[in-house]
């Protein structure tokens, strides 16, 4: 009914960019919040930066400073612009979003709507 697709990963050294898109396509009504999260080898997935319809973001401590979320509402799409990056930024990158969709009739919200991840690696 929803699916995301992130591109823009790759590979980057430190201190070099790369703007993440996520872009969510199906029955949509509506967004709420979308957000980035990552998960290196061995560790937890984190949440690395959120917004809200209305514009209003939250970063993780460890990326403050260097990567901005944004999102263009009538594309359904955000982005992720990532500078100064490290090697401990390097993970697989995954979009989540908030989403209220059409199905059968009815509308459904799902708070775990994901997409397939896109790989960022950081060489030193």
């Known amino acids: 009914q929803v699916q995301l697709v992130e591109s823009g990963g790759g590979v980057v050294q430190a201190g070099g960019s790369l703007r993440l898109s996520c872009v969510a396509s199906?029955?949509?009504?509506?967004?709420?919040?979308m957000g980035w999260y990552r998960q290196a080898p061995g560790k937890q997935r984190e949440l690395v930066a959120a917004?809200?319809?209305?514009?209003?973001?939250n970063y993780a401590d460890s990326v403050k400073g260097r990567f901005t979320i944004s999102r263009d509402n009538a594309k359904n799409t955000a982005y992720l612009q990532m500078s100064s990056l490290k090697p401990e930024d390097t993970a697989v990158y995954s979009c989540?979003?908030?989403?209220?969709?059409?199905?059968?009739?009815?509308?459904?919200?799902?708070?775990?709507?994901w997409g397939q991840g896109t790989q960022v690696t950081v060489s030193s």
């Open positions: 989540n979003a908030d989403v209220t969709y059409y199905k059968s009739g009815y509308y459904v919200t799902t708070h775990d709507c």
């Open positions: 199906g029955s949509i009504f509506s967004i709420k919040a």
């Open positions: 917004i809200t319809s209305g514009g209003s973001t």
